[in-house]
């Protein structure tokens, strides 16, 4: 008999249907049994009344373990006090496997001890709802700029040089002559094909060797980015507004069930709407030293800064012209004070800090490679990216945006960790 998955048991109520998946959990009071069951789109409580099952089917049932792989039949039926509004009234059961002791159960268990069997933990409710949140943040990323006249281009993983500084790269031997290193960022790609076909985006994996432990850092992380010919700083804030008002919408329209498994605050999402407030950097750090944090002028913001920041908010806050001396080589320069950058930075609410970086890139050539001996980057592994300003250059700009980072705001957690099939941390390579 054909599958029927619990996401659609409501259009077979009364029908008899094969439910194939998993023991989630299962109680059993004499005459009666109650088998929860997942098949990866939802989770069903079976009921099995001893009378109405064959001996053989109530002795197999009695041999099941959490996480046993099973295939049933039975009548769904409608139960305002079932946890998914129906129950299944079992009437056959197909053991395929009895699970061994499954090592994660209801009890708690520790952090480091989840993350090594996260192959396993990706089964449990509360993870489950996060990756269902993280498939709908990026089909709602691809939707709003397929939509809007971004074409996807990929960009390479094996890069030459350094994207975003010298000091977070992960470098590889490329057949021994030569080095690669994993890209940081698809953004000096971006630039090329943005000049080729006008707004562009990539989205892919991206990699930094940052040897840091906080809640907001992967060394392996997804990051979509899109870039604009003829567009300026103020195009990149409107397009960072647009395009997280889209998404958080996208979510509440339909992920209300999984934001209910994490306990999301729906009302905090509900006020993300355009216009976001903007920020100058100056105007950040008076209001940092107003908060009586220490800070001096000049510095990039940590985060405990951001955090502050963000916390005076009910929606993503923008704060651009950073300092140049913070900010990557390729940072425009604002006419009226050329020590600021044409950069943004969104910090989301709820002190969850920052998620997007972008700006306006160098225009000049001659700027440009003076930047790039500030940075001590070897300019012959670029020259390709400075052709960009010899031949038809125009203003340009772009963001990225850390796909992580957004899920893990939009789902109110505390970490990054989970937010990802299988995190790549300072510590963690495994599973
Ligand atoms: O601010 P970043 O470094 O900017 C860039 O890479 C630009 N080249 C993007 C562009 O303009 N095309 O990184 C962009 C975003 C951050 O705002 C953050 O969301 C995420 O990438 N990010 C990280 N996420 C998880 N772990 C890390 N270690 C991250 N580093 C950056
Ligand atoms: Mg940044």
């Known amino acids: 008999m ?14 008899e249907v094969t439910i194939k998946g998993w023991l989630y959990n299962i109680r059993s009071s004499g005459k009666l049994m109650f088998p929860q069951i997942r098949d990866g789109s939802g989770i069903i409580q079976g009921v099995v009344f001893k009378k109405a099952v064959s001996e053989e089917t109530w ?13 049933v039949k039975g009548k769904p039926r409608e139960d305002s006090r079932a946890p998914g509004g129906y129950e299944l009234d079992i009437t056959e059961l197909e053991i395929v496997q009895i699970a061994q002791d499954y090592p994660i159960t209801p009890k708690e268990h520790g952090i480091e001890f989840l993350m090594d069997h996260r192959h396993l933990w990706l089964r449990s409710r509360r993870q489950q709802a996060i990756l269902r949140i993280r ?5 709602a990323v691809r939707t709003f700029l397929d939509d809007s006249g ?40 971006n630039e090329a094909t943005a000049m080729a076909f006008g707004r562009v985006y990539c989205f892919g994996p991206t990699f930094r060797a940052e040897k840091s432990k906080t809640r907001r850092h992967l060394t392996e992380f997804w990051m979509v980015e899109p870039e604009m010919a003829y567009a300026d700083l103020e195009d990149v804030m409107n397009l960072a507004e647009e395009f997280l008002s889209y998404i958080v919408a996208r979510v509440l ?5 999984d934001l209910k ?25 008076k209001m940092l030293k107003e908060g009586g944090l220490e800070f001096e ?49 969104v910090l989301a609410p709820e002190g969850y800090g920052e998620i997007i970086g972008g700006g306006q890139r160098m225009f000049s050539l001659e700027k440009l490679r003076e930047r790039i001996a500030e940075h001590n980057l070897d300019e012959a592994s ?25 899920v893990t705001w939009i789902c109110g957690i505390e970490h990054v960790r989970e937010t990802i099939p299988f995190p790549r941390m300072l510590y963690r390579l495994k599973p």
């Open 135 to 139: 498939a709908e943040i990026i089909s």
């Open 150 to 189: 971004f074409v996807l281009c990929d960009s390479p993983i094996f890069t030459p040089a350094a994207c975003e500084g010298t000091t977070t790269l992960f470098e590889c031997d490329y057949f021994g002559d030569e080095k690669a290193y994993l890209t940081q960022s698809g953004q000096l790609y």
């Open 261 to 285: 498994v994490l306990e999301r605050d729906i009302s905090k999402l509900e006020a993300i709407k355009t216009p976001f407030p903007r920020l100058q950097y100056d105007d950040a750090v």
């Open 382 to 406: 670029v020259d390709w990216y400075l052709d960009l300003r010899k031949y038809g250059g125009v203003p340009h700009a772009g963001f990225g945006m850390g796909i992580e980072r957004c």
């Open 253 to 257: 329209d339909k992920r209300q069930e």
């Open 297 to 345: 002028y000049g510095n990039d913001f940590g985060s405990p800064d951001e955090t502050y920041i963000s916390q005076k908010y009910d929606r993503p806050v923008m704060v651009h012209r950073y300092p140049a001396k913070v900010k990557a080589f390729y940072m425009e320069s604002d006419q009226e004070n050329p020590d600021l950058s044409l950069s943004v930075d």
């Open 59 to 71: 002795k197999n049932f009695e041999l099941l373990t959490q996480e046993s792989s099973i295939v």
């Open 2 to 15: 054909r599958q029927t998955y619990i996401k659609e048991i409501a259009k077979h109520v009364g029908e």
